[in-house]
């Protein structure tokens, strides 16, 4: 993907990076597979806030994204578009099924319009089809990972990320995970072969305040900066040490150090960690 820089006019353009979108092949949605987006601002049904530095933004509409294809089991389908989604950091391609039925799927990284994909228990694993994972060959990147039978595409879906198949053994194929974590998952889920498109998104610098504003960011103000009774680390003569001999959360809590993952029921079906622990009596097969 490339990476458009401006010439550093201001102090903002010199910091600043846009993707160039030369892989776009169309400005304008398909209509009919677009629905209007409401937003919360990051406010719950009373009006609380519960998720903060959330509000304005540009106005947004939400693109009808398939994420189960298997009621297009065998149906080939042909990329027409490939197209920007303000909603995700990935590219989205329009596709024209041989019953002519249109949907939207997430682009992968070597799509063209005039591809052809199908999804298949069998399909043949070149980028873009569907396929079981137990006939994924070992070694190969997938994305649109299933976690659960049924429930659709749930892994490795954001811009430039993939998931790879390690081993087939017994029941479950064993996949690595973007985080680095090794999974098991049944062998009756379904995976796209390939990387997600826009592979060098993480690059683009911000450069300035208002583009934040613009993608719906509000500003984030350091603890230190707030009075006593807005944060743990508030008050004092001006900008001054937070006087604590650990940093605290808005809310009083461990802010380093503290274990967010528990009692989570899915931590059963991690083998390894994303720093690379073995976990529930899984053994790493000896390197060939």
Same mark, same amino acid.
């Given at each position: 993907m490339p990476i458009?820089? $401006?010439?550093?006019?201001?102090?903002?353009?010199?910091n600043m990076s846009v993707n160039a979108y030369v892989e776009l092949t169309t400005d304008k949605p398909f209509k009919a597979l677009t629905v209007n987006k409401k937003k919360t601002g990051g406010r719950n049904h009373h009006g609380s806030i519960t998720c903060r530095h959330m509000g304005g933004g540009n106005k947004q509409r939400l693109r009808q994204v398939d994420f189960f294809y298997l009621d297009k089991k065998g149906i080939p389908a042909t990329v027409e578009t490939v197209e920007y989604?303000?909603?995700? #950091?990935? $590219?989205?391609?329009?596709?024209? $099924?041989?019953d002519g039925e249109r949907r939207y799927v997430i682009a992968h990284k070597d799509i063209k319009v005039g591809d052809k994909i199908v999804t298949e228990e069998n399909a043949?694993?070149?980028?873009g089809n569907r396929l079981l994972v137990s006939n994924v060959p070992v070694g190969l990147f997938v994305h649109n990972v299933e976690t659960i039978v049924g429930n659709g595409a749930q892994m490795?879906? #954001?811009?430039?990320?993939?998931?790879?198949?390690?081993?087939q053994e017994g029941e479950y194929t064993q996949v690595k995970v973007p985080s680095g974590e090794i999974r098991p998952v049944n062998k009756q889920c379904w995976a796209t072969i390939g990387v997600v498109s826009n592979v060098d998104w993480n690059q683009i610098r911000i450069g300035k305040a208002g583009r934040s504003r613009h993608m719906g960011i509000r500003p984030t103000v350091l603890g230190k900066s707030m009075n006593a009774v807005d944060h743990p680390h508030g008050g004092g003569e001006g900008h001054c040490p937070i006087g604590l001999k650990y940093p605290k959360t808005p809310w009083g809590q461990c802010a380093l150090g503290k274990k967010t993952r528990r009692r989570k029921y899915s931590t059963r079906w991690i083998l390894q960690d994303r720093r690379g622990k073995l976990l529930n009596g899984y053994r790493k097969p000896p390197d060939p």
């Open positions: 458009k820089i $401006y010439k550093p006019t201001t102090n903002a353009r010199r989604d303000p909603n995700r #950091s990935s $590219y989205v391609s329009l596709v024209l $099924y041989a043949k694993p070149v980028a490795a879906r #954001s811009a430039g990320s993939f998931a790879q198949v390690l081993s």
